[in-house]
């Protein structure tokens, strides 16, 4: 199943099939009304109407959100269409959790640390690593990727992560497994070169990385996925730069979301990314998006997050600091 967070007056609850969207409370009120009658409808159970409110309800809620499609597509059928029955190019995809409680990123690919220029530390072999990213700046498909004034190099990151549907604490990995609901494709923008800067002092990523998160099209269930054989792939400009599968990863997603509860509570609706996929970003490939390209970037049963890159900013006067005065350009020397 597909799920989405739609724009139609107000930001809504959906399931996508086919080509269609499904808002399943205001479909299976329709329904209601059309065979019964007003008071009937008051007395049809209440179907999730937003996405962690989905993530929580469980089997209830998911029955309720098929039993919408199921009436949906039968309308579509008889040419009598309800609703909450959408076409799925007459209306706008938000990010699936427009602002997650929380949202980490995880370095679990070889490839891409060593790709990236980095030594791997005895601690990858550990446990999974990650940081922290800013919650308030996530957008969805189709709107611009943020180019900040503070920056001349501005990457995409090829990545796949997954919602969390329970909480919990001191997981075990096969606990975990049922605390997770579904998949997304996440694009962790970056600024390369002040990321790099910054991180000399070995902390950070702050301004290399809290600016813009791009996530989306859908969450496809956890139901529906292989997480180790998602085929993913970037484009910019309808040119393949980049392409792989979730293979070659040092952990897998229950193993993440078990040290992530270690002495820790995680909550439902909380986002964990498990990181690039080897050569799955402009850096490892010493290859840069411009302002006006279009990055695509696909992973097999969710889609295509498809946006294009925005201007660079023109920061007021005064603004900042006088003392930055910009990054040293990055550049992974291969061989």
Same mark, same amino acid.
Not at 5 to 11: G, S
């Given at each position: 199943m597909r799920l989405v967070?739609? $724009?139609?007056?107000? !930001?809504r609850f959906g399931i996508w099939h086919e080509e269609l969207i499904v808002d399943p409370t205001v479909v299976l009120r329709a329904a209601a009304v059309r065979s019964s009658g007003e008071t009937a409808a008051m007395h049809v159970p209440r179907a999730p109407t937003e996405m962690v409110e989905f993530f929580t309800s469980g089997a209830d809620g998911r029955a309720l959100a098929q039993q919408a499609v199921? %009436?949906?597509?039968?309308?579509?059928?008889?040419?009598? &269409? +309800?609703? *909450?029955? /959408? #076409?799925?190019d007459a209306v706008r995809l938000l990010a699936p959790v427009p602002r997650p409680r929380r949202i980490r990123d995880y370095l679990t690919y070889t490839d891409h640390a060593?790709?990236?220029? +980095?030594?791997?530390?005895?601690?990858? $072999? !550990?446990?999974? %690593?990650c940081y922290k990213c800013n919650v308030e700046s996530v957008i969805g498909p189709e709107q611009p990727l943020l180019w900040p004034s503070y920056t001349d190099q501005l990457d995409f990151e090829l990545e796949l992560g997954f919602f969390t549907s329970a909480g919990g604490r001191d997981l075990s990995p096969a606990q975990a497994t049922d605390r997770i609901a579904g998949v997304t494709i996440f694009n962790d923008v970056s600024a390369r070169d002040i990321q790099m800067f910054e991180m000399g002092l070995s902390v950070g990523p702050s301004k290399g990385k809290d600016f813009c998160t791009a996530m989306g099209p859908c969450v496809l269930t956890l139901d529906e996925v292989d997480e180790w054989a998602v085929e993913m792939t970037a484009t910019v400009n309808g040119e393949v730069w980049a392409s792989g599968t979730t293979a070659r990863r040092q952990f897998s997603f229950a193993e993440v979301l078990?040290?992530?509860? +270690? #002495?820790?509570?995680? /909550?439902?609706? $909380?986002?964990?990314?498990?990181?690039? %996929?080897?050569?799955?970003? *402009? /850096?490892? +490939? #010493? &290859?840069?998006i411009q302002a006006g390209d279009v990055v695509e970037l696909s992973a097999t049963g969710v889609g295509t997050l498809r946006n294009p890159v925005g201007a660079k900013q023109i920061p007021p006067v005064g603004a900042g600091l006088a003392s930055y005065r910009g990054a040293p350009e990055v550049h992974v020397h291969h061989g």
């Open positions: 967070t739609f $724009e139609q007056d107000v !930001a199921e %009436i949906a597509v039968a309308g579509e059928v008889s040419g009598d &269409r +309800l609703d *909450g029955v /959408y #076409d799925f060593t790709g990236s220029g +980095l030594d791997v530390p005895p601690a990858f $072999e !550990a446990m999974p %690593i078990a040290w992530a509860s +270690l #002495d820790e509570d995680v /909550y439902p609706g $909380e986002f964990f990314a498990v990181g690039t %996929i080897g050569g799955g970003c *402009g /850096y490892e +490939l #010493d &290859r840069w």
